[in-house]
């Protein structure tokens, strides 16, 4: 039988769940320079995006959305032309 439940590991922290988007953003490295990303998941605590050109891990960047505030972030991963980070402060979707 199946269940929903999620699995507690010990050791390991669950993360919030993430909501697939397809969202334009602008980032901004701390260096000023400007790139045109797609936003493809996101969570009250991180995101994943695709960029037309590789990030560096552990930059901190500013994220620009159409109608809402920059947020700052953080990369910690990337692998090719996808990258993950973690907001600097927890947002509310």
């Not at 891990?57 to 990369?75: C, F, G, T």
């Not at 991963?77 to 509310?92: C, N, V």
Request: proline share 5%.
């Amino acid at each position: 039988m199946r269940t929903n439940a999620r699995l507690k590991v010990p050791g390991y922290a669950s993360r919030e769940p993430r909501v697939a988007v397809q969202c334009d953003a602008l980032l901004t490295e701390s260096d000023g320079c400007e790139l045109a990303v797609v936003i493809m998941d996101v969570s009250r605590d991180g995101f994943r995006l695709h960029s037309r050109e590789k990030l560096e891990p552990d930059s901190e960047v500013l994220l620009r959305v159409a109608k809402l505030a920059p947020v700052k972030a953080l990369i910690r991963w990337t692998r090719g032309f996808e990258a993950g980070g973690i907001f600097l402060e927890p947002m509310s979707l």
